[in-house]
Nanobody, 122 residues
Framework: QVQLVESGGGLVQAGGSLRLSCAASGRTFSSNYMGWFRQAPGKEREFVAAISWSGGNTYSPDSPKGRFTISRDNAKNTVYLQMNSLKPEDTALYYC???????????????WGQGTQVTVSS
């Protein structure tokens, strides 16, 4: 069993920054991918970024590429999402994801966190 706990969400003005954290426990993550997804009200869950646990390779879609950066601290079993130049359309519930394969689609994710809310005001 894997547990993922997100933190760092909140309310921020447009143009501001937030850093989300996801602490993983319950299983060795030396060969697992981790990632972030988000879901806005009335919309499907979408891929934001992913990172390989051992290699440090990162993956992200065209948007919001360049504004969001995923990183990890293996010693702390923690993955981060640094979000800069936030826009109101970034408002969503942000979920941490983990799995043995690259987690770029919701269907590929076996383990989810409960989510942390990010609200960007205009």
């Amino acid at each position: 069993q894997v547990q993922l706990v997100e933190s760092g969400g909140g309310l921020v003005q447009a143009g501001g920054s937030l850093r989300l954290s996801c602490a993983a426990s319950g299983r060795t993550f030396s060969s697992n991918y981790m990632g972030w997804f988000r879901q806005a009200p009335g919309k499907e869950r979408e891929f934001v970024a992913a990172i390989s646990w051992s290699g440090g390779n990162t993956y992200s879609p065209d948007s919001p590429k360049g504004r969001f950066t995923i990183s990890r601290d293996n010693a702390k079993n923690t993955v981060y999402l640094q979000m800069n130049s936030l826009k109101p359309e970034d408002t969503a519930l942000y979920y941490c994801a983990a799995g043995p394969f690259l987690v770029t689609t919701p269907q590929s994710v076996p383990y989810w966190g409960q989510g942390t809310q990010v609200t960007v005001s205009s």
